[in-house]
């Protein structure tokens, strides 16, 4: 086989996905789960990551489809407890590449505990969140990152409440890497998973995303391509901030990345006590 | 002189178990203490999870990757755990699950012992699925039946739950450990990777499951699968898939019961019980016996699956069947259902947070053991 970074897109898409057993996918036209996935998987190359060694973990949801796709070693949970999972596989086995795949209702509502605490532990897993603002596999309910006063099919006179900030949260709660990308930006988004996998410590990339079936239809977007245009029009690279004027700024979505700090890795130092104790240095 | 849950911590390590992630919880915590010491001096790992729902997926994640994995809690905890405790009957990996009974429902009585959740172990999670649940009755058996619910997960790939109360899991007694036990790995892939299917059933019942990371690379969900693992709705797929996961157990019901059997050749009021109620249980048949009544007694250390036929021939020569039970009549219900009115089943159940002593049951033997006697 030629190296991954040798394959044209398509051709490196072809290398990685299951193509004999499960499509077509699940995904509505004009979805930016798709996107993602190749920035996913162009990462996964672009750190000539050995694919047997990966583990793409998801919990439920739309995003949380995408192992089934993927040529890796691949775990589609329960909803809301990827991170868990993840973290019981990466301490069993440090060797091994996690990945974790999920979306904002599973990573945020349901699976917020395992998200903050993950932060926190600091053990060596990337997680991918593709933000879409709503629930879209049950049919577009409100999400806590749906935007007050934005509308949902559990919210049809706009939502009451104020959405998270799922960088500010990840950061706040101590994650060693932190980065937001947009479907919009695909190449961008690529280039931060990679160095979400690259990171030593808990990395966490948000995926500003679109639901044309739900989140778009039911908040008048005409299109998938006017949501994805929204996202170039309310997104700033982070390294533009400086010159910008506030009010400039104003309700813009940083992109980039948002955090990068050093602190321990779970991973390592459980392996060194395990080595203190058998030397006897403990 | 070892406590219950100390015991259980031995067995565990004794069976190769390498990884434990687990939440504080009263009575069980002794557990997670133990093990938080004990692993990493052996290469394991021990994880304090944020709650018990994320402690249970820890669990199935370390194994998916071929490490024995286990974790332990009481009630509240295990109420948490039932969700991810379906998804490892339904994906079959294999773990151990230890719930130490405390009195319920709820918050209950945290420093008390019940055995309220026989059904819950039975029947907690969602959907139709086979259950591996044993008993102890002792800090022995705390220590044999850790490591045979270990050995029982990894041969039939699936969560086995251990469920002590609390008294037998915070007693102490002197107790010999046996030196060397038998442990039971789980079987490899004997195919190269193209040929691998994680839910094969063709040659056997109970396929082969490879670690992630060795380069099988397959996929794993909680929906109904097909044997490569992918989600199906193919109704003949779906149905076999289901019954599987029953059929495994089945068939090797008789490997899996184990029941203790003292006086039961002649006996005319047969006193059968499970946990701490067995210890009282055997005291009072023995009693029983020497004041001249034809008592006997059963020892359920397999509460799950239950032993029928042996009740339906207890039935064909008792007169009566006493279950006594630290809750208001669960397992009795089996017995009922085993012996179909061809004896009188006698339940004695006590939930107050004490223990059944021998003299409860010693004074329902003597009352049934009477000509024309019944209660």
Known sequence: ???????????????????????????????????????????IADCELDRDRVVMVSGIGCSSRMPIYVDFNTLHTTHGRPIAFATGIKLARPELEVIVITGDGDAAAIGGNH???????????????????????????????????????????????????????????????????????????????????????????????????????????????????????????????????????????????????????????????????????? | MMQGNEAITRGALDAGVRFFAGYPITPSTEIAEIMSVELPKVGGKFLQMEDEIGSLAAVIGASLTGVKAMTATSGPGFSLMQENLGYAYMTEVPCLVVNVMRGGPSTGLPTHPSQGDVM???????????????????????????????????????????????????????????????????????????????????????????????????????????????????????DR???????????????????????????????AAYGICARSAEAAVLQARAQGYRAGFVNLKTIWPFCFKLMQRVADTAKAIIVPELNLGQLVREFERAVCGRTQVVPISRVDGEAITPRQILDVIAELARPGGTT
């Open chain 1, 1 to 43: 086989m030629e190296t991954a970074r040798e394959l044209n897109p398509s051709e490196l898409m072809h290398e990685y996905l299951r193509q004999k057993k499960k499509f077509p996918h699940i995904w509505c036209s004009g979805c930016g789960i798709g996107t993602t996935m190749g920035a996913v998987i162009r990462a």
């Open chain 1, 115 to 282: 998200l903050i605490h993950a932060c926190r532990r600091n053990i060596n897993l990337t997680v991918v969140c593709i933000n879409n603002s709503i629930y879209g596999m049950t049919g577009g309910q409100a999400s806590p990152t749906t935007p007050q006063g934005r509308v949902a099919s559990t919210a049809r006179y706009g939502d009451f409440e104020r959405a998270f900030d799922l960088c500010d949260l990840t950061a706040g709660a101590g994650a060693a890497f932190v980065a937001r990308g947009a479907v919009y930006y695909a190449r961008q988004l690529e280039k931060l998973v990679a160095q979400a996998i690259r990171k030593k410590g808990f990395a966490f990339v948000e995926v500003v995303s679109q639901c044309p079936t739900y989140y778009g239809r039911f908040n008048k977007f005409k299109s998938p391509v006017e949501m994805l245009y929204w996202q170039r029009d309310n997104t700033v690279n982070v390294k533009a901030v400086a010159k910008m004027k506030p009010e400039e700024l104003e309700g813009k979505l940083l992109t980039g990345v948002l955090a990068d700090r050093e602190y321990p890795e779970f991973t390592e130092l459980y392996d060194k006590l395990i080595a203190d104790l058998a030397a006897g240095r403990k």
């Open chain 2, 120 to 238: 819950q172990a039975r029947w907690g999670t969602h959907g139709d699925h086979p259950a591996i649940v044993l008993a102890p009755s002792s800090v022995l058996d705390c220590y044999v039946l850790t490591v045979r619910a270990i050995n029982l997960a990894e041969r039939f790939r699936t969560p086995v739950i251990l469920l002590p109360d609390e008294v037998v899991a915070h007693m102490r007694e002197d107790v010999t450990l046996p030196k060397k036990v038998d442990v039971v790995d789980r079987e490899a892939p004997h195919v190269p990777p193209e040929w691998y299917y994680p839910y094969d059933d063709s040659t056997t019942d109970v396929g082969p499951l490879a670690p992630f990371g060795t380069g099988f690379r397959f996929h794993v969900t909680g929906l109904t699968h097909d044997r490569a693992g992918f989600a199906t709705t193919v109704p003949a797929e779906v």
């Open chain 2, 241 to 271: 898939a289901i019954r599987n996961l029953k059929r495994k157990m089945d068939r090797f019901r008789l490997d899996i019961i184990q029941v203790e059997r003292v006086h039961l050749t002649d006996a005319e009021v047969v006193v």
